[in-house]
């Protein structure tokens, strides 16, 4: 499918999120938005739901995005093109980590999205991935101080519980964690605790006004299928017409929510008067181990195919892996009104129809 069309076939995505934003997307217009880590999965859905108010035929100011990424994981296709269709959006190759060129800052909105997610390849770049979590926040949230931004977002994680304890599931806000300080993980999950720290000392101090989304597994539309988390690993075997294959036992569990859903979350966030206390923004049921989300993804692909276990040849693959996640997502349904609206399956049938929809080196 040529990139026009997946793009339009995405409208029913962005539609549901414009019905639970209410309105409240009438304050992006005009402004201009700055997206850190906007080559990657949670990049692709805002930069797009963003070219989607563009291009809504209200005829409002548009939105102006900065689309701002140092390409670690190489610079993916689709981004070339929405920058070639919405002269709204503009691109930035450039590492967060490092000194802001110029003193020139001007933007209303600040998404701060860079930091490699998938543990493959967080382990790969472990300083990276710390330094864009703890130098890259940090900066962000000086330059928000003295250019009075309107709000910030930092994605944090459910890392940050590490491996809770079954008493602690679902998890709430309040709940500390039971993380390990050395080790694989820790690259990740300790660089996202102490931005945290920063975000929220940023908010004491100096009214900086920050917000911080502790995402619970997020799966759709832009996931890249090499990225080496679990739902892209399920969907490329699929799609390649061979067995799943699970690097463990299967029984871990975890809930997924869908990209929209999860969208909806975070710009209800940035938009909110929340600062500076997390919230879990994720999908609170099904909890689903991993031998039936295998089993899942090959009914809704109408697959023949099997199950298969085989070790990674990853020696760290399943080292501190925590056993059970799912949140608590009553605070976030209070204050901003959060309500996940697609199911499992639905979410399922839609990435893989996505995926099927693109030329392979789309995927
Ligand atoms: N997607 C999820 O389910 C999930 C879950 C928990 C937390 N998060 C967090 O949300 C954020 C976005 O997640 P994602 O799934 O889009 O991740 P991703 O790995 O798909 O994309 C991250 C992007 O950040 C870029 N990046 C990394 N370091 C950078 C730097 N120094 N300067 C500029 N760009 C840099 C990478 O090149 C990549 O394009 C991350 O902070 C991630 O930790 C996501």
Not at 21 to 48: C, D, P, S
Not at 71 to 89: A, S, T
Not at 157 to 182: F, M, Q, W
Not at 328 to 349: K, M
Request: hydrophobic residues 35%; glycine residues 8%.
């Amino acid at each position: 499918m040529q990139y026009e069309q997946a793009r339009s076939w995405l409208e029913e995505d962005w539609r549901r999120v414009d019905d639970a934003l209410t309105g409240q997307t009438a304050r992006f217009r005009g402004k201009r938005i700055l997206v850190t880590g906007a080559a990657g999965f949670l990049g692709f859905n805002f930069l797009h739901y963003f070219s989607h108010l563009n291009t809504d035929g209200s005829g409002s100011e548009p939105v102006r995005v900065v689309a701002a990424d140092n390409y670690l994981r190489g610079r993916p296709k689709w981004i070339v093109e929405i920058v070639q269709m919405d002269p709204n959006i503009t691109l930035s190759r450039c590492d967060i980590t490092q000194p802001w060129p110029g003193t020139k800052f001007d933007y209303d909105f600040i998404i701060h999205a860079a930091s490699i997610a998938s543990p493959t390849f967080y382990r790969k770049y472990p300083l990276q991935t710390l330094d864009a979590n703890v130098l890259g926040i940090r900066q962000m949230l000086e330059l928000g101080r003295k250019h009075n931004v309107e709000s910030i977002l930092y994605f944090s994680s459910s890392e940050i519980y590490g491996d809770p304890p079954p008493d602690e599931i679902p998890t709430k806000e309040s709940y500390r964690g039971n993380v390990a300080c050395v080790g694989p993980r820790a690259c990740y999950d300790e660089s996202k605790r102490l931005g945290e720290t920063l975000c929220y000392l940023y908010s004491r101090q100096f009214n900086v006004p920050i917000k911080i989304v502790r995402p619970f597994n997020n799966y759709g539309p832009g996931l890249r299928l090499n990225d080496g988390r679990v739902l892209s690993d399920f969907c490329r075997d699929v799609l390649s017409g061979r067995d799943i294959v699970l690097k463990s036992d299967g029984l871990a569990s975890r809930t997924f929510c869908y990209a929209s859903d999860a969208l909806t979350g975070y710009l209800l966030m940035l938009l909110s008067p929340y600062n500076g206390q997390p919230l879990n923004i994720g999908a609170d049921a099904p909890e689903i181990t991993m031998r039936e989300m295998a089993g899942l993804v090959l009914k809704v692909a109408r697959s023949e195919r099997n199950v298969v276990f085989e070790a990674s040849h990853e020696p760290d693959y399943l080292t501190d892996n925590p056993q059970r996640r799912c949140p608590d997502i009553s605070q976030a349904r209070t204050v901003l009104g959060f309500n996940p609206q697609v199911g499992l399956e639905q979410g399922l049938l839609r990435m893989l129809e996505w995926y099927r929809n693109l030329s392979e080196d789309d995927r």
